[in-house]
T-cell receptor
Framework: KQEVTQIPAALSVPEGENLVLNCSFTDSAIYNLQWFRQDPGKGLTSLLLIQSSQREQTSGRLNASLDKSSGRSTLYIAASQPGDSATYLCAVNSGYSTLTFGKGTMLLVSP | ETGVTQSPTHLIKTRGQQVTLRCSSQSGHNTVSWYQQALGQGPQFIFQYYREEENGRGNFPPRFSGLQFPNYSSELNVNALELDDSALYLC?????????????FGPGTRLTVL
């Protein structure tokens, strides 16, 4: 059974800092891994999707890496802004488009 | 192109009642998945429908059931509601059921059971 763990559970940083969110998964037989953002009480916004054959994906200030063999992914956020404050969820797709999620990292960026 | 929509936005029910949640998939998507997200937790997979048939189920009891219609919209039904069913229910659609297909999520329905 696939299990996904995210560290840290919560993170508070001042504006402008670069930061790294971590995600680990127990079964390396995945199709892809996806990072989502969730604002309080809202649905999920997809940030980046990395296929199993890829090592990283970039979108603006976000960079996600994938090391499938070690069961790890990181989400790097450069020059953080207060608008980045949200919960970030990592999810792995092990087949048939069903996702297994971690519990998320709650990020607070203070001005 | 219309994204994934869900209705209602919020719902309050009492223990023992039944509830139906609705989801309209993104245009051209034939696969719909439902997830339950309790407060402070990540979403958990309930079940998936592909071309009107259930195509996989997570660890949820039979009182959680669903339907998918010919237009690929979907319903989630929960009978005999319990307090622990209070959660955000998320619907996601994808182009097909293959593992490489991206899922697109709706805004969710917040269910409160009193």
């Amino acid at each position: 059974k696939q299990e996904v763990t995210q560290i840290p559970a919560a993170l508070s940083v001042p504006e402008g800092e670069n930061l790294v969110l971590n995600c680990s998964f127990t079964d390396s037989a995945i199709y892809n891994l996806q990072w989502f953002r969730q604002d309080p009480g809202k649905g999920l916004t997809s940030l980046l999707l990395i296929q199993s054959s890829q090592r990283e994906q970039t979108s603006g200030r976000l960079n996600a890496s994938l090391d499938k063999s070690s069961g790890r992914s990181t989400l790097y956020i450069a020059a953080s802004q207060p608008g980045d404050s949200a919960t970030y969820l990592c999810a792995v797709n092990s087949g048939y488009s069903t996702l297994t999620f971690g519990k998320g990292t709650m990020l607070l960026v203070s001005p | 192109e219309t994204g994934v929509t869900q209705s209602p936005t919020h719902l309050i029910k009492t223990r023992g009642q039944q509830v139906t949640l609705r989801c309209s998939s993104q245009s051209g998507h034939n696969t719909v998945s439902w997830y339950q997200q309790a407060l402070g937790q990540g979403p958990q997979f309930i079940f998936q429908y592909y071309r009107e048939e259930e195509n996989g189920r997570g660890n949820f009891p039979p009182r959680f059931s669903g339907l998918q219609f010919p237009n690929y919209s979907s319903e989630l039904n929960v009978n005999a509601l319990e307090l622990d069913d209070s959660a955000l229910y998320l619907c996601a659609s994808s182009l097909a059921r293959g593992g490489q297909n991206t899922q697109y999520f709706g805004p969710g329905t917040r269910l409160t059971v009193l």
